[in-house]
């Protein structure tokens, strides 16, 4: 057997627990077939804090010394497969700033498997993936995202989903006998093990063709050599903005053009400006900046630099006039108020549409904000 190399792909705190799970369960497996492995995470202290992407490696090898060859980089130049657990990160990642924004296929090997797990259709998905030159498959897990929280592990069976599938998406790795000798070996429930039996039996590929996904040209910039590099540390300060789009009225912040903190979002703002009061409570209360001033007074979200947190919904005083909506329905970071000015009828419908969807949904969020919330979520989940 080459070696064989799994990525997990994950939102910081809310998921951390969940990606460690699987990448440690996967080297426990790889051992009961006399194999070597070890399990790695990437990007770790502040990035995590905030639902930045962040990576959990599992690498697998025959021999030490196999090992030892692939763990001379600081992470996986490519891997076999590339696991996702909130698909709203098939539109790109940016684990940390000097990476710029990077597909989320862009480590899985040609011919490799993607997983994602997703209420979606693989065609929707689709349209958010980057372009790859060469084939690779891609898996789907239904499922919702699976957050829970710093100091909560949301034991959903989402980890036991997971496993099931990659090994009969990548039988290589090691075969689902091997698998559920490791789970039981770390006391895994009877239920929790069918779990990942029924992903096992259930899990189909679908494959993506060169030329199929999106065609958005990835942000990305170049890092100074040491020859343009400057003495000392230089933190170059951000300009204090100007007019709305460049123009007298209004305001808009300057912003860093480097850092796409987009990538961090999971739900994005949808405004309704016909009941916007304009009490400024949400372009002063955004952590990040994101709101900038229209020449009528309104407020227009930025979505190249919201990151979702939903502090703008909390703090509007109007019920619905700012809601938080699954950033899967969204495929490009257009201006709201700009798409409002345009057709003001036709906004309203697609904003109504949008709204109404989300809350027949019910609720999604980064985690548990209350003691009992896990408990609760539990008792109305559709996958428990």
């Known amino acids: 057997m080459a070696t ?76 076999d497969v590339t696991i996702n657990v909130d698909d709203t990160m098939c539109k790109g990642i940016e684990s940390w700033a000097w990476y710029g924004l990077e597909p989320i296929n862009k480590l899985t090997k040609p011919g490799g498997t993607l997983i994602v797990t997703s209420r979606q259709p693989a065609e929707d998905l689709i349209q958010d993936i980057h372009q790859r030159s060469e084939p690779f498959n891609l898996s789907i897990i239904p499922s919702t995202a699976s957050f829970s929280g710093l100091w909560v592990y949301k034991d959903d069976h989402t980890d036991m989903r997971i496993l099931g599938a990659l090994c009969k998406v990548c039988p290589d790795l090691v075969s689902l006998d091997s698998m559920m000798a490791a789970l039981k070996d770390q006391g895994t429930s009877d239920v929790k093990l069918s779990s990942a039996q029924k992903a096992y039996d259930r899990t189909t590929q679908r494959p993506v063709e060169p030329g199929e996904g999106s065609t958005e040209v990835p942000f990305s910039f170049d890092l100074p050599g040491w020859k343009s590099m400057e003495e000392g540390l230089v933190i170059r300060g951000i300009e204090q903005g100007g007019g709305f789009r460049g123009g007298q009225e209004g305001y808009q912040p300057a912003r860093n053009a480097v850092f796409k903190k987009w990538s961090t979002r999971s739900m994005r703002p949808v405004v309704n400006f016909e009941t916007c009061i304009k009490c400024t409570l949400c372009w002063l209360q955004c952590p990040d900046t994101c709101f900038d001033v229209t020449p009528d007074g309104l407020f227009d979200a930025n979505m190249e630099s919201c990151c979702g947190c939903g502090v703008c919904e909390s703090v509007c005083p109007v019920p619905n006039c700012i809601t938080m909506v699954n950033e899967a329905e969204f495929n490009d970071n257009n201006s709201e108020w700009e798409a409002w000015q345009k057709d003001a009828n036709s906004y309203k419908q697609w904003m109504t549409a ?31």
Do not use: W
């Open 4 to 79: 064989v190399a799994v990525e997990v792909v994950y939102r910081g705190i809310y998921q951390r627990t969940l990606a460690r799970n699987i990448v440690r369960s996967i080297v426990f497996a790889a051992r009961k077939e006399g194999k070597i492995g070890t399990a790695f995470g990437r990007y770790g202290d502040s990035p995590e804090r905030n639902g930045i992407p962040a990576k959990q490696f599992a690498i697998v090898a025959d021999t030490p010394e196999e090992l030892e060859e692939n763990l001379a980089v600081y992470e996986a130049q490519e891997v």
């Open 354 to 384: 949008l709204v109404e969807k989300q809350q027949a949904a019910g609720e999604r969020s980064h985690g548990f904000h209350h003691v009992g919330g896990y408990a609760e979520e539990i008792a109305n989940s559709r996958d428990s």
